[in-house]
């Protein structure tokens, strides 16, 4: 259908107009002598090398053009030969030091020259402690990094030691020369080291002055030349030592065997021994015959001991021991000392419900029940007794076996009166006085009713019988 025949067209747009491009000036053209080259032939891939590389075939060209065939050790001459600079050595350097404070055995000393103090032992002023202020001439021998301190000394320059004769890993025999906080001073092939605490045995170690002097086995476990720094433990061979001898030692073992041991660890309820590559538990109550209120007032660790092997359980690896077996035991005559029926001393060590102990002797203690402190009737032990009171009592049994004995306060306290009784003197009976008979009661008044005379009573006549 064509727009005349719709008389429903739409408007037409009106037409947009199309901007005009304005006319640049023509460029201004060089003349062709000042032109540069063009590079539009070189801008594709790989056309930048290869111009490099013509550019260094162009100069070397031209080097060798001008050099007319001289090298360059005909134009520069021979190379200069320059000597090796002495290396500074690393030993110890000696200077002069100002005492800044001291502080128990260790004197700190200000360095000149550095940012760090350094530390001399005490040991090295036999003269007594140095004053504050005081010059000394010192030797510095290596730097704690520990501490942040320099080791210091005060003897002159240490000496030449030879570091190659240490390494990790080897075993060598260690000369104690001192202690310290951590642990012991040793000297190995002239070459001062350091054994830790931790390191001496195989158990703690308390007590180090009982080491000085004394060669010990160890294996260096550190060994540091450029530091100065070597560490030795002795710990290491006793545990592989141990290890070794343990197999050997089970087999070997029975009950009542006696064997040396030495003190490992001491607890409160015992103390664990060392047979030798074996631990055996000597409890509290085999250490005496006596009670014994903590395990360390006879043992100490590190001490040598005589024990009895008590039990072995091989399935768990357990022992028990015993060292009061090693003595007589007070129990074996006390059936002898202590006869029933006799009275002896002792004093109230344990006050229980049911009664109180006394102690007879060390190791031999006796019970009174509660039944047997009184004839009356007892509510509470300690209305009778206290302990540590002193009481003499009486033995009514003893049984060895069981190491029982059975006491009794209130029959030594009847012993006691009988025995009293016994020893008083005899009294004479006192004689009687004879006593007159009454005389006969005379009535004064006349009875009533009566004719007012006196009336007296006749004389009572006897009847024949």
Same mark, same amino acid.
């Given at each position: ?64 053009? %001008?050099?007319?065939?001289?090298? %360059? ?86 000496? !030449? ?25 040793? %000297? ?15 158990? #703690? ?8 002097? /004394?060669r010990l086995k160890c294996e260096?476990?550190e060994a540091d030349p450029r ?12 545990? #592989? ?25 001491? +607890? ?35 001490? !040598? ?18 060292? +009061? ?24 060590? #344990? ?48 049984? +060895?076996? /069981? ?7 209130? %029959? ?26 009454? +005389?006969p009661r005379v009535r004064t ?21």
């Amino acid at each position: 259908m064509s727009e005349a025949e719709n008389p429903v067209a739409a408007p037409a747009s009106p037409p947009v107009p199309v901007p005009i491009p304005k006319e640049e000036p023509p460029a201004r053209r060089e003349p062709l002598s000042q032109r540069p080259p063009s590079l539009e032939h070189e801008q594709h891939y790989g056309a930048g090398r290869r111009m490099m590389k013509d550019l260094d075939a162009d100069i070397e060209r031209e080097m060798a053009e %001008a050099m007319g065939g001289l090298t %360059a050790k005909d134009v520069l001459g021979e190379p200069i030969q320059y000597k090796p600079r002495a290396v500074a050595s690393d030993g110890p350097k000696k200077l002069v030091g100002k005492v800044m404070r001291i502080h128990g055995p260790d004197v700190f000393v200000d360095v000149p020259g550095g940012r760090t103090q350094g530390m001399l032992p005490m040991t090295q002023f036999p003269e007594g402690p140095p004053p504050i202020g005081m010059e000394v001439d010192i030797t510095i021998n290596g730097y704690d990094s520990a501490n942040g301190l320099l080791n210091l000394s005060r003897k002159g320059a240490a000496e !030449t030691v030879d570091w190659s004769s240490v390494a990790n890993g080897m075993i060598v025999e260690a000369l104690v020369t001192g202690t310290n906080k951590g642990g012991l001073e040793v %000297a190995v092939n002239g070459i001062r080291g350091f054994l830790p605490v931790s390191h001496i045995e195989l158990f #703690r170690v308390e007590n180090l002055d009982q080491y000085k002097g /004394q060669r010990l086995k160890c294996e260096i476990t550190e060994a540091d030349p450029r530091e100065k720094n070597l560490v030795v433990s002795r710990r290491v061979l006793l545990e #592989r030592e141990r290890e070794e001898n343990r197999e050997k030692l089970w087999a070997e073992l029975a009950e009542g065997q006696v064997r040396p041991g030495t003190v490992r660890q001491v +607890k409160d309820f015992g103390a664990f021994v060392d047979l030798g590559g074996v631990d055996g538990l000597l409890h509290v109550s085999e250490m005496s015959w006596q009670r014994v209120r903590s395990a360390a007032d006879v043992v100490q660790p590190g001490q !040598t001991i005589q024990v009895v092997v008590l039990k072995i359980d091989r399935e768990t690896r357990k022992l028990s021991l015993g060292l +009061k077996q090693l003595t007589p035991s007070p129990w074996d005559d006390a059936d002898e000392k202590y006869l029933p029926g006799t009275r002896v001393k002792g004093k109230v060590s #344990r006050v229980m419900e049911f009664g109180a102990f006394v102690e007879l002797e060390p190791a031999i203690e006796g019970l009174i029940h509660i039944s047997e402190l009184s004839p009356n009737r007892v509510r509470r032990v300690t209305d009778v007794v206290k302990p540590d009171q002193e009481v003499e009592v009486a033995v009514l049994s003893v049984d +060895k076996a /069981q190491r029982r004995i059975a006491l009794s306060l209130k %029959a030594a306290l009847k012993m006691k009166e009988d025995a009293e009784m016994a020893n008083r003197p005899a009294e004479e009976p006192e004689e009687e006085e004879e006593t007159p008979p009454p +005389k006969p009661r005379v009535r004064t008044t006349p009875l009533r009713g009566g004719t007012g005379e006196k009336f007296v009573f006749p004389p009572l006549k006897s009847t024949p019988q």
